[in-house]
């Protein structure tokens, strides 16, 4: 090559100080990689007789292929001489290489099914999953391999359960009732209830042992990598039976210190700075995933490639240059060698993937970075696509669970997009006049973007509209944020308030993620419905496709491009007139909503312009902060929660999610405590005043009028009938519709309020009680005579809500019922003889 083409080729006129042409990606362990990942995905899912089947099938083929295409050597004519051009393989040559490609893929196959199998049955071998299937109860044995993790409370029925903490171990020792006593490694997982002692449990570090009596239960699923769930009898604390090593004891530390550090920071910073650095993501509280979860930040708190990659150019510099002479970073400057340097880069990746835990994206950076440090050490040239081929692969045949593991191939699937389509978008946006970094970042979060929807997709059935930019704008502050991090990780054992005065610098970048992720998620198209499992993700992934070609025309004509950003704009914000146009809902001059909110209650009484009276918030916060902004409320003067069931009450945050409140009134009766203090709690957090519904209590906000009809003054809540306590609304609306609105109240406290109402006036609009459940007092029914009875129900509920019987009886008065499970969100419109309800219905595209 000569000098003018090697400085043409690096794009300078004076060339460059490594002037070497890129050569094509190596993709070679790609096939291999894929092989093994694939065959061990499959052999997790199959008897053990057929993956045994199957290696041999795999391993018989690759025999015969490797034969096949040997024999002699091929005759080749003479070479002329000085002929110095290359000369093609010959067809012969061209078939040993392409049979013993095959052939490398087939016994990669035969080593993930291989692998797969014997863990599998390694699993399942032993007395443990036997006793699962008979729910027996054991006293066990186990050493703890996870750090605990506080599991998610669910709303059912009228309570939370779960909560509490789970645990992944190993059971090592197990005693059955009867005395017998088996020995052994089977792995469990562990399910603790919330109690006084959950600290203790918080606080238990891999490697520990422990002595625990519980019931077993067979896991969820039969390709589950845990034999057993065993759930521990009583909220005790945990019987410690070995303390833990002293790598755990001193990475537990390590860990404990960066949480103390942070202390003292903003609630967001403070439970988002450990996630970040190490992946304790302990103190995040449900709405803060959610918002991350709905911007597609998630991978921040999963400690990924980034974090490593960062720790490791503090000691190597730019990867590029680390076997050059100009390398840089601190062992440059040091004058360490390259061996050194990368025994160091060793040792420092051992020491993040013990800190950090071993997850299935740290595996997978810890992998890359040993092989790229094994490159470094050797001097070879670095190559990352087959450093990330090669770490699937050993990863897979390390651990085969991995194989089916969601967040290990969105793992992979980002780090391959980041090194294959990255570059070349980049390099695209830099030709249409995008500054080199802004166009880096783009093309980084572009990339990864396009090719994890797609699985998001298929277990989550949504997609994200404001992932690019949020990524991008969170991008900003992950760099300062993790190295600020990881030195009050660091100084922490030695300095606490050195690593105070750094955690709160390391807080506010911590505080902007959290802000980027919660304004995100606060858009009301942040993210939309799509079809879930594998043919959503097909599916998304054609249109995906569909749109990269269209990009590729666009920059062609602007008009079509502004158009095209300006759709995405309206709908990212969905303007409420704008979105009432093209989904006709809200209907106009609506008076009354009921949310579908599942299996609970919440409704909205229209109060002017963005304004509304709220009663109950549902059991989830989501839906009820996607229902009041789809009807565009904003503004909420009083929001009464009829009595303290988590199905009335559990959604609360979500009602308080960016809108003004004035004042939650409630019922006298605080039954069930933990839930009424929990409204209270969320209530004093939002400076929200909490004030108790009086009876005969009467109340005017804008065209809305009401008075308090139950529950009566000194009323007693039967034992375990906190329902007869609920708040009852008698609602007139100004030229519209007269409403009661019962809550959930049984018949007794039905009999109760037509005494103390004898003259109670017939009701336009009747909220059946309790979800339209067989108690009702038919009394009641026949005295209000509704032409609307609307239940709020949810789909596929256990309690066979609604009965049959109240809906009969409804209809036989003349009432039209409206229910939530199959007609979705239900407006009342108009008065008199134009009444009538607007049901949504589950098929409209923004109803999820």
Known sequence: MTRTVVHATAGHRLGSANPRQEAPADLRLVPLALAAWGAAALALGIPGHWTAVGVLACLSAAALLLVWSGGGPERRPRRRPRQWRARPLGPRIRRRLNGVAVAGMLLCAAAGAASAGLHGADARRGPVPGLAERYARVTAELTVTSDPRPARPRVRGDRIAGGGFVLDADLVRLTTPRGGTTTGRTPVLVIVAPGEHSGRWQRLLPSTGLRLTGKLAPPLREDDRYAAALRVEGTGPPLVTGAPTRVQRMAGELRAGLREAADGLPPDARALL??????????????????????????????????????????????????????????????????????????????????????????????????????????????????????????????????????????????????????????????????????????????????????????????????????????????????????????????????????????????????????????????????????????????????????????????????????????????????????????????FAMCDVGQGDAAVLAAGDSTAVVVDAGPDPVPADRCLRDLGVTRVPLLVLTHFHADHVAGLPGVLRGRAIGAIQTTASEVPPEQAAFVRRTAAAARVPVVRARPGEQRRTGPLTWRVLWPRAGTATAAGEPNDSSVTLFVRVARGPALLLLGDLEPPAQRGLLRDHPALPPADVLKVAHHGSPFQHPGLLRGVRPRLALISVGRDNPYGHPSPRTVDALRAGGAAVLRTDTDGAIAVVGAGAGLRAVPRGRASPLAR
């Open 274 to 591: 450990p996630g970040l650095v190490v992946g304790d993501t302990t103190r995040v509280p449900p709405e803060l995933h959610d918002a991350f979860a709905a911007t597609d930040l998630l991978h921040l708190m999963a400690v990924s490639g980034s974090n490593l990659t960062i720790v490791l150019a503090l000691l190597i510099g730019p990867a590029g240059l680390a076997i050059r002479a100009e390398r840089r970073g601190l062992a440059a400057r040091l004058g360490i060698s390259l061996r050194w340097t990368a025994l160091l880069g060793g040792a420092l990746t051992l020491a993040f993937v013990i800190v950090c835990r071993p997850e299935p994206s740290v595996l997978r950076a810890a992998a890359c970075g040993a092989i790229t440090l094994l490159a470094i050490g050797t001097g070879r040239r670095r190559t990352l696509l087959p450093a990330l081929a090669a770490a699937v692969l050993l990863l897979v045949l390390y651990d085969p669970w991995l194989a089916r593991s969601y967040g290990f191939l969105l793992s992979v699937l980002a780090t391959g997009a980041l090194l294959t389509i990255g570059p070349r978008w980049s390099a695209a946006l830099v030709r249409r006049g995008v500054p080199p970094r802004f166009a880096e970042v783009l093309a980084a979060a572009g990339a990864a973007q396009a090719v994890c929807a797609p699985v998001v997709a298929v277990f989550a059935a949504r997609v994200g509209l404001v992932a690019i930019p949020c990524n991008l704008f969170a991008e900003l502050a992950v760099a300062p944020a993790t190295v600020l991090g990881f030195a009050a990780l660091a100084v922490a054992p030695v300095a606490m308030p050195v690593a105070e005065v750094l955690a709160r610098c390391a807080g506010w970048p911590a505080g902007w993620i959290a802000s980027v992720a919660r304004a995100g998620a606060s858009l009301p198209g942040a993210e939309a419905a799509w079809p879930g499992g594998w043919r959503g993700g097909l599916l998304l992934v054609g249109v995906t496709a569909l749109v990269l070609l269209a990009l590729r025309r666009v920059p062609r004509h602007p008009w079509t491009a502004a158009v095209c950003a300006v759709l995405l704009l309206l709908a990212v914000l969905r303007p409420p007139p704008l979105t009432r146009i093209v989904t006709g809902w809200p209907p106009p001059r609506w008076t």
